[in-house]
C-alpha cells in the first residue's frame, strides 16, 4: 500500500511541476538570430574567402558555421557557396591582416566538423548576391 502511495505522489508531483514550466523556447541558433540587430558599417571592410571543405550541405552547414562565427566580433558580413565550399567573411580592415583575424575564425569553422582554410584575400566577383550583414 505504501509503495502504492508513493508512486502516486511521485506522479501528482511530475504533473504539477510540468504545469509550471515555462512554454519550450526556440532553438538556441533561432532565438539568437530572431534578437540580432545590424552592427554600424566599419569605415573600411576587409573582404576574405575561406574554403570550408566538407561543407556541401544547403541548410545545415551554413547555419552551423553562422552559428561558429556568430559570437565573434571581428565577422561583419557572411556568406555562403555551397556548392564551392566557400564562406564570404567581411571584416573591420583595422583589426589586422587577414591571415591573423581569420584564425580564429578557421578554428571555429573546423569546431564544427570542416576543414577550413584562408583560399583568398578577397571575393569573387558574384559573392556579394549571397553575403549578408550579421547582426549582433
Not at 591571415?99 to 570542416?114: C, H, S, W, Y
Amino acid at each position: 500500500m505504501r509503495s502504492l502511495l508513493l508512486v502516486v505522489c511521485l506522479a501528482a508531483c511530475n504533473r504539477a511541476s510540468e504545469e509550471t514550466k515555462p512554454p519550450p523556447k526556440l532553438g538556441h541558433e533561432l532565438a539568437h538570430l530572431a534578437q540580432q540587430q545590424p552592427r554600424p558599417r566599419p569605415a573600411k571592410l576587409q573582404q576574405v574567402t575561406i574554403k570550408a571543405l566538407g561543407m556541401y550541405c544547403e541548410e545545415s552547414c551554413p547555419l552551423k558555421v553562422r552559428t561558429a562565427l556568430a559570437e565573434m566580433p571581428a565577422v561583419y558580413e557572411l556568406g555562403f557557396d555551397v556548392s564551392n565550399e566557400s564562406i564570404f567573411i567581411s571584416y573591420d580592415a583595422t583589426l589586422g591582416a587577414p591571415k591573423d583575424v581569420t584564425k580564429p575564425m578557421i578554428v571555429a569553422i573546423k569546431g564544427q566538423g570542416f576543414d577550413p582554410w584562408l583560399a583568398k584575400e578577397s571575393w569573387p566577383p558574384d559573392a556579394q548576391k549571397v553575403v549578408q550583414v550579421v547582426a549582433r
